[in-house]
Nanobody
């Protein structure tokens, strides 16, 4: 079992930045690929970015390429999402997720989820 807790969300103006964190407890964090997803009101949960267990591979959704950066610290059991040049369309609840395989881009591929953190970008 893996427990995930996100933090770092908030209200920011368009063009601003936020850094989300997701801290894991439970089983060995370093053996899991991690992903960030987001869900806006009335929309399906969508993939944002994923990172392999080692941090050596990443995969970004086209909508965030060049603006968001994922990283992980396996000593601190934490994965980060640095979000720059935020847009109003980035407004959503952001979730981190873990899976014991390679990076996946579908929410059904992930086994463990955090409770989510709200990101609101004002225009």
């Amino acid at each position: 079992q893996v427990q995930l807790v996100e933090s770092g969300g908030g209200l920011v103006q368009a063009g601003g930045s936020l850094r989300l964190s997701c801290t894991a407890s439970g089983r060995t964090f370093s053996s899991y690929a991690m992903g960030w997803f987001r869900q806006a009101p009335g929309k399906e949960r969508e993939f944002v970015v994923g990172i392999s267990w080692s941090g050596g591979s990443t995969y970004y959704a086209d909508s965030v390429k060049g603006r968001f950066t994922i990283s992980r610290d396996n000593v601190k059991n934490t994965v980060y999402l640095q979000m720059n040049s935020l847009k109003s369309e980035d407004t959503a609840v952001y979730y981190c997720a873990a899976r014991s395989h390679s990076i996946g881009s579908y929410y059904t591929q992930y086994d463990y989820w955090g409770q989510g953190t709200q990101v609101t970008v004002s225009s």
